[in-house]
């Protein structure tokens, strides 16, 4: 097993891996940039699903902010005085009230502007039962990141990815719906899911056995293609998108500086 | 320090325990209770500090609901009908449809209810600041029931214990008010946290090396206390209390049967 996958991940390890638009993150050393007076922040890493799932909710809601985008390999010390974890997302407010976790700063963005388009359902009980999704997607989705920090060869993951699959797919094919939470347009649960659906391929390709991930989708979950087209249509998910080759070449580079 | 321990927990362990309460819980093999037409229910477990907050928030709300209560150790069959992982709490509403997990179960209920007293801040930092320290609360508080199951005597937390009490200390002494979320009544915050910190004197029985739980805080922690002798006054806190006796017997038939 650790071959076939060591096979597969020669393939792409070779790929020129470039960052390019990672090089001007604030990084340890640097003095935090002077904050325009009565904006927002987001303190953020480009490739972070987390960070993604806030900056998705900040576009659909045209909320105002500047963006700071830190090195998380090498830390600023002044994101520590942000969030004392070090982690991003981090909202800072335009008094210097700070919020991090990106469920909660992304209700908070949601219920602090524009009050015609919430992103949450008005029904309230299905406002709960799409938070409880969240929950249970985060628990389905392949704990993938893990294995790959490990270092390891072997980051295997193919019966939890197609577990995960069956899951994602059969609770599509249950709603009946283009995406997750509406007919409509993306809700707060397609964007909170959206960051780890996206880089979906990225794991299939990495971390199973499967060749083609777009050919193994088509076969075993329609569906879950399907809602990945209709999202990628979404303006929030345009803008904030990288490429499954970029997903790739980040997780590959995430493993490489873990192995050091 | 396992002797130490072990004979402060012989010291309790020979008390007669009996949970005369618990014995009409729904068990493994009961038929579950007809649904009045028009009554939410709560699946609950009188001990379980999950399920608490959820009673906490209905009594504060004076929320309609029947009560079934459930025995968590020979759990009837339905009650994965009403949640897959057998787990409680768990809301059903009227029309059948389920809810799970506490924090969700408990903002449902503070949100479908009684507009003019809601237990969330009107303010919507002050709000979502608090879902951050319920969180923040949950990661400082003693992993103890983890420990007891390993049914090891062995289970010192003293220093976790102190750790917990010197940050919980210095959040209310921050803070400043008679209750974490305001002066006047607890708040959601306030419904969240109790639960723990009515079991702490039995983790503190049971899990440290201190002898005299009500001594040592008032030496070390004296805001603590006060915070606990505040929320003892308040109904809901009231309706759903059990004595620091009770909890340490559970605690120890807890370890009990996971020995066996």
Redesign the interface.
């Known amino acids: 097993m650790l071959c076939s996958l060591s096979s597969s991940i020669r393939q792409t390890v070779n790929r020129k891996m470039s960052f390019k638009f990672l090089e001007n993150n604030y990084t340890k050393g640097s003095t935090e940039p002077e904050k325009k007076p009565g904006v927002a922040r987001i303190f953020s890493f480009q490739l972070c699903p987390y960070a993604e799932r806030v900056l998705l909710v900040a576009s659909a809601k045209s909320f105002n902010f500047d963006l700071v985008n830190v090195d998380l390999a090498n830390k600023p010390e002044w994101l520590f005085e942000k969030n004392k974890f070090g982690l991003v997302p981090v909202l800072e407010?335009e008094d210097g009230?700070l919020?991090?976790?990106s469920l909660?700063?992304a209700?908070?963005i949601d219920?602090?502007t524009d009050a015609d388009h919430k992103l949450h359902p008005q029904n309230?009980?299905e406002k709960?039962?799409q938070?409880?999704f969240v929950?249970e997607f985060a628990t389905a989705y392949p704990q993938f990141i893990a294995k790959l920090k490990s270092g390891s060869d072997d980051i295997d993951v193919t019966k939890e990815v197609e577990n995960f699959i069956r899951f994602f797919e059969s609770e599509l094919s249950q709603r009946n719906t283009r995406f997750v939470g509406s007919n409509e347009s993306p809700q707060m649960v397609d964007y909170m899911i959206w960051p780890f659906v996206e880089r979906l391929p990225a794991v299939i390709s990495l971390g199973t056995q499967i060749k083609n991930w777009e050919q193994h989708l088509s076969e075993n979950a329609p569906l879950i293609l399907k809602y990945m087209q209709a999202m990628k249509e979404d303006p929030a998910v345009k803008q904030n998108l990288f490429s499954p080759d970029t997903h790739i070449d980040f997780l590959l580079s995430v493993r490489e500086r873990f192995r050091k």
């Open positions: 407010l009230n919020l991090h976790e909660i700063i209700d908070y219920e602090a309230l009980f709960y039962r938070k409880l929950q």
